[in-house]
């Protein structure tokens, strides 16, 4: 297969499986690569693959923060025409490898240190960017997500992962009382309408929404898995006291809790972004996921100038015809490449005093 080195590269990713909690062997393919490219690269206490090029003592520290693992899933990796197709093409190798080949090009334009993280854990509670929260905080971070090569997300919604397992005594089916499954089914219901109820003409980033993604049981025992995205300024002690109420002496357990994060279009890293895509033809769409991403977990801790930005359509991730469009995998490179030294000098200015635009990781607009 004749392609270009960063193509192969792409392709040798996808080609290595990666599902959540099995990273290892593409997190070592990775480390060796990124220092045949200059970095100098290892992994971390948890899995996470680092590479770090340029010099911090010269300027600020950017970091592209994408993830390494899959959704379950074996789809056929190749290339037809112009598309590579494969689990994880769009979420989040390509993302992830257009940081990589960005950060080689723009190291010699930039002034400052460029970190490039692969994560493990992702798509399960993200293990590797809390672990990432114990280090060195960075100067401004691009996530890697599929956004589009003329896209750059501002935030996602929170999440709440939830569950309850109801037990009740045996009888018979045509017995008055209640039964598990029944309860555990009513449970759902009326947090739906608790949801639902105050909020239904609100725009979908500003409302909070639930799913029920899991409910088995019988007459003596069941369990709901519910999920729940949050807003901005969600009140989710209040919510948390409502469930555990409402819940009464069955168990309530809430498993995960992240909060909404949202940038300002004037924070540095939206700016350089958006003024590259323009250069390139088009202006750049800016948008809201109702998804969640690693910029959850790192955004309100870390509070610095942020987004999110990849190749990709991200209605292909997690499904059979997930496959990403190599010019666009080009474009975003050079996009990427472009507006890392106009971040570090964004972030500079601003250390230094002068007005560079602000983020709002968490704020409300």
Known sequence: MACSEEVGMLYRMVQIPSVTGAEQRLATYLASEMRKLGFSSYLDDIGN???????????????????????????????????????????????????????????????????????????????????????????AVVIGEPSGARTVVLGYKGIMRISLEVTRKPMHTSGPAEKAVEVAADFWHDMQDHVNVKNAEMRPFERPSATLVGLRGDITTARAEILCRTPIGFDAAGFGSWLEDRAGGDILTIYEEVPAVRSRQADPVVQSLSSVIREHGTPARLKLKLSTSDMNVVGPVWSVPIAAYGPGDSRLCHSDEERISLPEYRLAIDVLTAAIPRIAGKVAASAAGAPAGSTAARTPR
């Not at 003592?57 to 074996?74: A, E, K, N, Q, W």
């Not at 493990?120 to 929260?133: C, M």
């Open 49 to 139: 693959v680092i590479g770090e090029i340029g010099d911090r003592r010269l300027g600020p520290t950017i970091m592209l923060l994408g993830h390494m693992d899959t959704v379950p899933g074996h789809l056929p990796v190749g290339i037809d025409g112009d598309e590579l197709s494969g689990r994880g093409a769009v979420d989040a190798k390509g993302p992830l490898a257009t940081m990589i080949w960005a950060a080689v090009r723009a190291a010699g334009q930039t002034a400052g240190r460029i970190v490039v993280a692969g994560a493990v854990g992702e798509e399960g509670i993200s293990p590797g960017a809390r672990h990432l929260l114990s280090g060195d905080k960075p100067d």
